[in-house]
């Protein structure tokens, strides 16, 4: 091989060596600006939902905590956990308080039980939107219904349901709150006091927002789930499961 041949060879490799390194630094700089341009994105999505302290959220969320037996409160967009509000709450002595004479202490003591176990929060309606004044809350495990005042965020009546066994789908009658729609999940003794089993039913009560007094119940061929009324408050619907009454 002649000199200049080997000469040009070695330059071609120099070439490819440099534009190999040259690609893969672009690749790099590249890398780092989609890097940069995702920290950047997540920084915008971040600002998007970031509440200041001393600045309200555009939103509340109304969470049932389940057997804690309260009603959790968060802002939106920000996820900030507001508040926890005792409604069938046995932690914290909620209820409990040397104090016999408590709304809290007679409210559960009048009702049945000092715990319970809180599903499908549900929010009062004026001309078919929500009013932010009441929230209502069930109790499965007791068979109850609570009223929130969310001008405190405190619970302020219970009432207990007869007829009615697990107190699971809770909606209100639209657009204005004429009715509380309370679902019975699980057949119950309907009137109570019988044994045999064809006369065991579940049932869909409605009750006055206010007083939580039932007004009717309605009694249903199966096991009531989920409920909810038409916007003009015409119709009330439930989910049913257990048809065959097995």
Known sequence: MTPR????MILEAAVLLATSLLAGCSGGTAQRADTTSGASSRTERAERVFVDVGEWDQYYAFLSGGQSGSV???GLPSGHFIRSIPVFEPRAG????????????????????????THHPILSETGGDYDGKWLWIN????????RIDLSRFETV????IANLQGT??????????RYIIANG???????????????????MAFLDPISLEVQFEVLMPGNCDINDSSKDGRWAFTTIYNLKRG
């Open 5 to 8: 041949r080997h000469v040009c």
């Open 72 to 74: 959790y409160v968060y």
């Open 94 to 117: 909620y209820g409990y308080a040397n104090e016999p004479s408590s709304p809290a202490y007679k409210m559960l003591r009048d009702t049945g039980a000092f715990w319970g176990d």
């Open 139 to 146: 109790d499965k495990a007791n068979s109850r219904v609570a």
């Open 157 to 160: 009546a219970m009432a207990r």
């Open 168 to 177: 699971h789908g809770v909606a209100v009658i639209s657009p204005d709150t």
């Open 185 to 203: 999940e699980f057949e119950a003794e309907v009137p109570p006091g019988k044994l045999a089993p064809d006369a065991y039913g579940a049932v």
